[in-house]
């Protein structure tokens, strides 16, 4: 079945895409596979999702050379590092990206839910679903795919990732699940990609400034998010389908 019938399958929609792209691109290279996901599958319907981090500058490099105006959603949560924001705009101007869209949290919400500035300490979850998860939910809307970095080496619930997966209406493909840090790293140097400023202080996975620490020696990548708590995740991997504007559903 072509992608594009996929897409049209009576059943489950996404879940009939997913599968049918999975078998599909099962070994293409990454290049093309993100090639043919936003350019025949999902012309005009799909979305980058990137978090300005350590390394998103090899998906947004890679996004890059097949099409500058796919547009790219960032969250801006209000509690990010100073150094994302600058990252971001360097990366912007040098990939010369044309469709950028900051996603914020709602006034609203935020007002009843942190109006202290301080709910990441008492409940972490709710900050991200407030600040993140119901942000992302609503700039996504007009998609019916998305694409994320994120990639099995980094463990947890990454680790048996799939390349393209269903997510409530909408179809994700993560391009880089089966790169490996040196991958990741090679690629950058090809390139001549600049790294987030905050890798050279040792973070290697950079969030909000209070839910994000430095990562020692022989420290998974992600250690350093949410350090002292069970907490792996922000949320917006999940099914994002009850979440609104207003932080109803979280």
Not at 210 to 224: I, M, N
Request: charged share 25%; net charge neutral; aromatic share 8%.
């Amino acid at each position: 079945m072509a992608p594009r019938e996929a897409v049209a399958g009576p059943a489950d929609p996404a879940a009939g895409a997913a599968g049918a792209l999975s078998a599909r691109y099962r070994f293409w290279p990454t290049r093309d596979v993100l090639a043919d996901f936003v350019g025949h599958a999902f012309p005009g319907k799909a979305v980058l999702v990137s978090s300005f981090g350590a390394d998103s500058a090899v998906l947004l490099h890679m996004v890059a050379t097949i099409d500058p105006g796919l547009p790219v959603i960032f969250v801006d949560t209000g509690k990010l590092f100073p150094d994302t924001g600058r990252h971001r705009d360097a990366l912007v101007r040098r990939f010369g990206l044309t469709d950028v869209r900051v996603a914020r949290p709602a006034a609203q919400a935020v007002a009843a839910a942190d109006p202290e500035g301080s709910l990441w300490l008492r409940d972490p979850d709710r900050c991200c679903g407030v600040r993140k998860v119901a942000p992302l939910a609503d700039a996504l809307a007009p998609f019916a795919a998305w694409i994320s970095g994120r990639k099995r080496y980094q463990g947890g619930a990454r680790a048996s990732l799939p390349l393209v997966e269903a997510e409530g209406p909408r179809v994700k493909l993560n391009p880089l699940a089966a790169w490996s840090a040196a991958d990741v790293a090679a690629y950058r140097r090809l390139h001549a990609l600049p790294e987030h400023p905050l890798v050279a202080e040792g973070y290697s996975s950079i969030g909000c400034v209070p839910c994000t620490d430095r990562v020692g020696a022989g420290e998974a990548e992600r250690d350093g998010r949410w350090r002292g708590s069970e907490k792996t995740e922000c949320g917006i991997h999940f099914d994002l389908s009850a979440f609104q504007s207003d932080g109803s559903g979280i």
